[in-house]
């Protein structure tokens, strides 16, 4: 059982940075992949980025390669993802989810967090 808590969304321009952090608790994460998805209203919950277990390895969905980037501190227990050069098509709802395993596969997670608003302003 891992508990998954995002923080860190708010409302910032376009062209401007936000920083989330994902914080797990219950479990180690040190072999759980971690990745950020998102959600817009009437839209399709889609991928955004993912990390493996050592941080090593990580992917990202072809609208936010260049700009976004997600990192990892498994001493800390935490995931970020730093955001730069934000589009208000970036608005949704960020959720960051968790999947027991040693490899890159994020996908289907076993945990999710309950999401962090991220809205930018054209």
């Known amino acids: 059982q891992v508990q998954l808590v995002e923080s860190g969304g708010g409302l910032v321009q376009a062209g401007g940075s936000l920083r989330l952090s994902c914080a797990a608790s219950?479990?180690?994460?040190?072999?759980?992949?971690m990745g950020w998805f998102r959600q817009a209203p009437g839209k399709e919950r889609e991928f955004v980025a993912n990390i493996n277990w050592s941080g090593a390895n990580t992917d990202y969905a072809d609208s936010v390669k260049g700009r976004f980037t997600i990192s990892r501190d498994n001493a800390k227990n935490t995931v970020y993802l730093q955001m730069n050069s934000l589009k208000p098509e970036d608005t949704a709802l960020y959720y960051c989810?968790?999947?027991?395993?040693?490899?890159?596969?994020?996908?289907?997670?076993?945990?999710w967090g309950q999401g962090t608003q991220v809205t930018v302003s054209s």
């Open positions: 219950g479990r180690t994460f040190s072999v759980y992949a």
């Open positions: 989810a968790a999947k027991r395993t040693v490899s890159t596969v994020i996908h289907p997670p076993d945990y």
